[in-house]
Antibody
């Protein structure tokens, strides 16, 4: 069964740090780009970060640039996000998600979407 | 950055009704890169439609998507009780991914 399981969430003080993990199973982890998406309480979904299959290319939302670092260990089928200088507005459920890529019929374009999601881990930033 | 705006923010409809949700991009996007997700309370999102109109495997055929340019729609042809959820459009791109703010669908 294809599965993603997040861990590492918890209560942290403003300015503190936390490292989230996501362990993949049931598929070839190293073949997929991976993402972190978060959802603040009662709010919508916000894309956070992405990382290429090799880990050499990463992208971050402006809201976390310079504070969050996404990484992966393909040997351990694991995705991480190191979160520093945490703020109250970082309080959210953090999901890891697998990106799938499918060739479009035109032979040139591709479809990209997130087809597998974990259940999430909760981060609360509060004093 | 491209912004995605959904309307309405919420709606209430009866079982069997046709429901339509709109997603507008702040500038033209490729129809290959517009996806729709469904999220139920306390659960992770689930992809319904990718590439504007392509139904993900296992998703009921009452869901459909259309659109191009800046305007896209998700339709539910005959609303069912299990469709009570929040729906999000998403623009997928290599460098940044953007979600709409969500549309909450309730059953009357």
């Amino acid at each position: 069964e294809v599965e993603l399981v997040e861990s590492g969430g918890g209560l942290v003080q403003p300015g503190g740090s936390l490292r989230l993990s996501c362990v993949a199973s049931g598929f070839t982890f190293r073949s997929y780009e991976m993402h972190w998406v978060r959802q603040a309480p009662g709010k919508g979904l916000e894309w956070v970060s992405s990382i290429s299959t090799s880990g050499n290319t990463v992208y971050n939302a402006d809201s976390v640039k310079g504070r969050f670092t996404i990484s992966r260990d393909n040997g351990k089928n694991s995705l991480f996000v190191q979160m520093n200088s945490l703020r109250a507005e970082d309080t959210a459920v953090y999901y890891c998600a697998r990106r799938v890529i499918i060739a479009a019929p035109d032979g040139v374009s591709y479809f990209y979407y997130m087809d597998v999601w974990g259940k999430g881990t909760t981060v609360i930033v509060s004093s | 950055d491209i912004q995605m705006t959904q309307s309405p923010s919420s709606l209430s409809a009866s079982v069997g009704d046709r429901v339509t949700i709109t997603c507008r991009a702040s500038q033209t996007i490729s129809s290959f890169h517009l996806n729709w997700y469904q999220q139920k309370p306390g659960k992770a999102p689930k992809v319904l439609i990718y590439g504007t109109s392509r139904l993900q495997t296992g998703v009921p055929s009452r869901f459909s998507g259309s659109g191009s340019g800046t305007d896209f729609t998700l339709s539910i042809s005959s609303l069912q009780p299990e469709d009570s959820a929040t729906y999000y459009c998403q623009r997928s791109y290599s460098t940044t991914w953007t979600f709409g703010q969500g549309t909450k669908v309730a059953i009357k």
